[in-house]
């Protein structure tokens, strides 16, 4: 038997490598042996690992809409931790997962100063965003997490989940931005990015922003 270290495995982007009974410990030691400099990104449920590379579709999307929400909550005054593809993880439940980005904003003065995240004694993030382009987003283990809203941007749409008891429920509108038609914005400033670029799309989106909270 040829014993390979994780290291010396890869996949192109957009593949998924699934392995399959896995402990805890073995899960513990998969990150340690990956460490934090990596694109891939890890998913673990019930002795499971699903780790994903993603297409540059998949990062473009991401860090604009990533920016979206940067812009929305500094235009509202709103203090916020980024706490970005942080691995989130409960052993009592054999979860693990890193969004592609997340927000403490409820719970930002908990979080500040913070490098590290112990859910044992830390709260979730407050809002996780997902882009959906090789796998579907399991809610069910952002659901045991604890996190109270999720957004999944997939096929040029933006979709909203808002947690209620232990399932989320599909919103309209984001709590977070009660005053914002959020997935309207992010269609109109996805498609312009395309259009005329990232960098004059969100300038334009700071324009309209200010309409809105004016």
């Known amino acids: 038997m040829v014993t390979l270290q994780l290291r010396q495995l890869s996949a192109p982007p957009g593949q998924r490598?699934?392995?399959?009974?896995?402990?805890?410990?073995?899960f513990e030691n998969i990150l340690a042996e990956l460490g934090d400099k990596r694109s891939a990104r890890l998913l673990f449920s019930h002795g499971?690992?699903?780790i994903i590379t993603p297409l540059p579709e998949h990062e473009v999307d991401k860090e604009i809409l990533g920016d979206m929400v940067k812009i929305m909550l500094e235009a509202q005054g709103?203090?916020?931790?980024?706490?970005?593809?942080t691995t989130f993880k409960k052993k009592e439940k054999g979860i693990g997962l890193e969004p592609d980005?997340?927000?403490?904003?409820?719970?930002?003065?908990?979080?500040?100063?913070?490098?590290?995240?112990?859910?044992?004694?830390?709260?979730?993030?407050?809002?996780?965003l997902e882009i959906d382009v090789t796998s579907a987003t399991p809610l069910d283990i952002y659901a045991s997490l604890g996190v109270p809203e999720v957004w999944i941007y997939e096929q040029g749409k933006l979709s909203i989940y808002c947690l209620h008891s232990t399932q989320y429920q599909p919103v309209s509108m984001s709590p977070t931005f009660p005053n914002l038609p959020i997935i309207d914005l992010v269609a109109d400033v996805m498609s312009q990015s395309q259009?005329?670029?990232?960098?004059?799309?969100?300038?334009?989106?700071?324009?309209?922003?200010?309409s809105f909270l004016s």
């Not at 490598?17 to 073995?26: K, V």
């Not at 980005?101 to 996780?128: S, W």
């Open 101 to 128: 980005q997340c927000f403490y904003i409820q719970n930002h003065l908990t979080m500040r100063g913070k490098r590290r995240v112990n859910l044992t004694e830390d709260p979730p993030p407050d809002l996780a």
């Open 17 to 26: 490598l699934l392995i399959q009974d896995l402990s805890w410990g073995d």
């Open 195 to 210: 259009a005329i670029g990232r960098s004059p799309a969100l300038r334009s989106f700071r324009t309209t922003l200010q």
């Open 78 to 85: 709103q203090d916020f931790e980024c706490f970005g593809s």
């Open 48 to 50: 499971v690992l699903e």
